[in-house]
């Protein structure tokens, strides 16, 4: 079946401009997370959707960055007046339900010159 | 702030070797550990997950918690050259389900 999937898998983007980052979970999946990884680093968490609300968005960095899940399905990240150090990977994940593994997408790849 | 501490390595065994990785936590409230393996420029895969003091066993894979050392343990047997990646601790943060801390990672090379 199909996993996680994620575009665009890359994006280059000038300082100062606006991105979008698509997530689309495993079909069935009520829970959704954003994280975003920096080189030599771990996965950081961002933010959690439960169905179509934000259950928890306290990883968000500051308020340039927003999440969307309209329908309970498709996500997107949203990053604004975009800094450099926004450069990293954007990894999605899904899960069944809570206490459910979560499962990753292939990321997409955000740099910023 | 919450940590998850890794040796990040890099780790090094022949294969066939077992390969040990390990990782300590700081929150007290984290009840779930996590161990994924993620290839270079792939995304993590989890290999195994524990929530209770002791071994758990599966297949090459034992993973062992000691909730009174905050200590995590992934041992990999008869290592082969396809476990080259870099291994992830994660654990449950603050005792929520679903929010993850992980840690930085530990590369681990299998040599032939």
């Known amino acids: 079946g199909a996993g996680v999937s994620q575009t665009p898998s890359n994006k280059v983007t000038e300082k100062g401009k606006y991105v979008e980052l698509r997530c689309d979970p495993i079909?069935?999946?009520?829970?959704l997370y954003w994280y975003r990884q920096s080189l030599g680093q771990g996965p950081e968490f961002l933010i959690y959707f439960q169905g179509t609300g934000a259950a928890d968005d306290s990883g968000l960095p500051n308020d340039r960055f927003f999440a969307v899940r309209p329908e309970g399905s498709v996500s997107t990240l949203k990053i604004q007046r975009t800094e450099r150090g926004d450069s990293a990977v954007y990894l999605c994940a899904s899960s069944l339900g809570l206490n459910n593994e979560q499962f990753f997408g292939p990321g997409t790849r955000l740099t910023v010159l | 702030q919450k940590e998850v501490e890794q040796n990040s390595g890099p780790l090094s065994v022949p294969e066939g070797a077992i390969a040990s990785l390990n990782c300590t936590y700081s929150?007290?409230?984290?009840?779930?550990f996590f161990w994924y393996r993620q290839y270079s420029g792939k995304s993590p895969e989890l290999i195994m997950f524990i929530y209770s003091n002791g071994d758990k066993e599966d297949g090459r894979f034992t993973a062992q918690l000691n909730k009174a050392s905050q200590y995590v343990s992934l041992l990999i047997r008869d290592s082969q050259p396809s476990d080259s990646a870099t291994y992830l601790c994660a654990g449950n943060s603050g005792g929520s389900n679903y929010k993850l801390t992980f840690g930085k990672g530990t590369l681990l090379t299998v040599n032939p």
């Open positions: 079909s069935g999946h009520t829970a």
């Open positions: 929150d007290r409230g984290s009840q779930s």
